[in-house]
């Protein structure tokens, strides 16, 4: 495999060619990350619609140094050789970064409070790094009853930022598609098709893909506020997945199972239905160890090894 | 009188039969082609000709079909893009509906220079009578040989299609309609690639405007040098206008490219005037999403030339002072006309048609709409002027396709031009035109 080299914020990093600029930048990792709200390396066709990641190609390849006109989305865009992308040194990405949160809240109902994806929700980390801190929308927000998908799924339309990673995960876990997006521009609708239920052993990953609030588990539903259960990594022998996950504990009550997320948000592993909704009992699980979480701030602070 | 390409016959009854366009000479350029030329002296003449896309964004028609990917052994689609929704914009159904076999003869070269073995006229769903009319066309041509295998024993095949669109404004953006005629939902696919390279079924494809194929055959028939002749600078050729507003006379005109602004509105040839022997106030040069002028800079460049019906003219000044020929949907608007009741209808026509998927697009063109919405009514303020002003920054250049772009055009021209008329309906709190 060929090396390129490409500059991020003035920071030079070696990637294989065919790497995505958002990819390189998660190689450096740290600062130069670019926010990403739709893209998911485990989705096939994922991102460049929720346009976060936005950067600047200042010079496009040490072949052709022109600069790229317009802001490209760092997680479709493929590195070349002699790269220069500008993120937060450019004042234009940051300024067009700050006006795409906006738009994603413009919608958005700021349920925090009785939210249960509050504390490790990418919007909430999104608007904290990039929103204003006042609003300039006096509008009525669009409105959607929520509905369920599935008997263990709750839908949330009106958190929905339309990233579009649940459609993938049921495109790619079933032949049969039921579950798709449904109207146009910003009345649409994410929404199992005339609301057939999604039949699936795996569909509980939509849950876990789900940047914000719209999609959550229903068996954990106002259970707790997420910052006050304790992470364990854990498995089990289970025939449909690898079976490790993370338990998420109140005292030595098992609240919520979930895959294991990097500290980009994104899954290791899919895990099955089974594992995530049927398994709560302490002693369905052999317990390996606490999970650290890097990334969400609240949960972060939770320093529970100790205990 | 100007040359005529396309609207030549457009008066002879019953042109829509194989018959009568055959009698008028239809179908020669097939003959002559198929015969003498290869496929890629085709995409020559083309190129020579200076023809560019007459679906709005002006992009030599040769030069894209250069881009094909012709080194793959996979089939390589030709496709029509028929599904013209613009608001002011009504010249390819008026090709379709009277003229279709001039179509198919475009179809049958532009397929044949590329190599296409299958070629389809994607046709916006609300247009289900053309469709019909041109699939009445289409059984006509394969009846006489001029589609189908085997075309007029020269060894090349090709079927032709005609595939109506469910109805969406965003299946004329080129990879939406892919999609779209893939038989999924109508979201514009994340460039590069390039359909030129992974378009239709992720073979090579090449999308054309209506108008632009219909041209092909006089084209081949009359030779590059001929259709290079007319026009102006680098807008070669004729173009259809829509004209439709406050004129008395208006309907789809055949021009030739470098026609004064002026003439095209007062001639008695062209829209007769405005009406009424109103003021003109502004216009809207190439569909609803180009930026609007107002009359003075219309008429005359920032520089006082006169300006021209021609991609260059029109375009002069950049965005400050000029704006696009765009698809040729001429909307003329006299002193009676508010402006921003009009922009507000354009900001709900965007708003509804946003295919939903980025996010600057599908949030921003509704809350442009209902900031519009509010000033129209009287509940305005001077901070909501600016805030339309930041949210089309922020929508242009930063979505997937150009949708979100055409949204953000003609909101920030308008304040940019008629800035004094957003402030006087927020000072009166009600729109200053209104009885």
Known sequence: MSLVKVTIDQIEVEVEAGTTILNAARIIGGGVVPPAMCYYSKLEGSGGKCRTCLVKVAQGSAKDPRPMPKLVPSCRTLVQDGMVVQNITSPEVMEARKAITEFLLINHPLDCPVCDQAGECHLQDLSYDHGLADTQTVEDRRTFAPIDIGDKIKLHMNRCILCYRCVMVADQLTDQRVHGVLGRGDHCEISTHILKAVDNDFSGNMIDVCPVGALTDKTFRFKSRVWFTKPFDAHRECTKCSGKVVLWKKGDEILRVTGRKNKYGELEEFICNDCRFEHKEPNDWQIEGPRKIERHSVIGQNHYEKL | ???????????????????????????????????????????????????????????????????????????????????????????????????????????????????????????????????????????????????????????????????????????????????????????????????????????????????????????????????????????????????????????????????????????????GGIRN???????????????????????????????????????????????????????????????????????????????????????????????????????????????????????????????????????????????????????????????
């Open chain 2, 277 to 435: 022997g109103n003021k003109l106030k502004a216009v809207v040069a190439g569909g609803s999403s180009v930026p609007i002028l107002p009359a003075e800079l219309i008429l005359k460049t920032a520089k006082g030339e006169p300006r021209l019906m021609s991609y260059e003219s029109l375009a002069e000044g950049g965005f400050e002072t000029g704006t696009m020929l765009g698809s040729g949907g001429f909307i003329v608007m006299d002193e009676t006309t508010c402006i921003v009741k009009n922009l507000l209808t354009f900001s709900r026509f965007y708003h509804h048609e946003s295919c939903g998927q980025c996010s600057p697009c599908r949030e921003g063109t509704g809350w442009m709409e209902r900031i519009l919405h509010r000033i129209e009514n009287g509940h305005g303020t001077m901070k909501d002027i600016d805030l339309l002003v930041s949210i089309s920054k922020h929508i242009e250049g930063n979505t997937i396709c150009p949708l979100g772009d055409a949204a953000a055009w003609p909101v920030a021209s308008a304040i940019r031009h008629f800035r004094q008329e957003f402030e006087d309906h927020v000072k009166l709190q009600k729109c200053p035109l209104s009885k």
């Open chain 2, 1 to 271: 009188m100007a040359q005529q390409i396309l609207l030549k016959n457009s008066d002879v009854p019953g042109l829509a039969s194989f018959e009568v366009y055959r009698k008028l000479g239809g179908y020669a350029s097939i003959e002559k082609t198929l015969k003498n030329f290869t496929p890629d002296q085709v995409t020559d003449e083309v190129k020579k000709s200076g023809l560019k896309g007459r679906g709005g964004a002006g992009f030599p028609a040769g030069m894209k079909w250069s881009f094909l990917d012709k080194s793959t052994s996979n089939p390589r689609y030709f496709i029509c893009n028929f599904d013209e929704s613009e608001p002011g914009t009504f010249k390819d159904r008026h090709i379709g509906q009277l003229n279709p076999h001039q179509l198919i003869e475009g179809m049958i070269l532009g397929s044949y220079a590329l190599g296409a073995r299958t070629s389809y006229i994607y046709i916006r769903g609300e247009l289900f009578y053309v469709l019909r009319i041109i699939e009445k066309a289409i059984a006509e041509a394969y009846a006489n040989g001029f589609l189908g295998k085997n075309i007029l024993g020269s060894g090349y095949d090709l079927d032709l299609y005609c595939h109506p669109g469910a109805g969406a404004y965003i299946c004329g953006e080129e990879t939406a309609l892919i999609e779209s005629l893939e038989g999924k939902r109508g979201n514009p696919r994340i460039k590069p690639p390039f359909p030129a390279i992974v378009g239709l079924y992720d073979c090579p494809t090449v999308v054309n405007n209506v108008e632009t194929i219909a041209n092909l055959p006089w084209i081949m028939n009359n030779g590059a040098e001929a259709y290079a002749a007319i026009g102006v600078g680098n807008s070669k050729g004729t173009k259809l206008i829509s004209a439709c507003g406050h004129i008395n006379k208006p309907g789809i005109y055949e021009i030739e490219l470098g026609l004064p602004v002026e003439e095209f509105i007062y001639s008695d040839e062209y829209c």
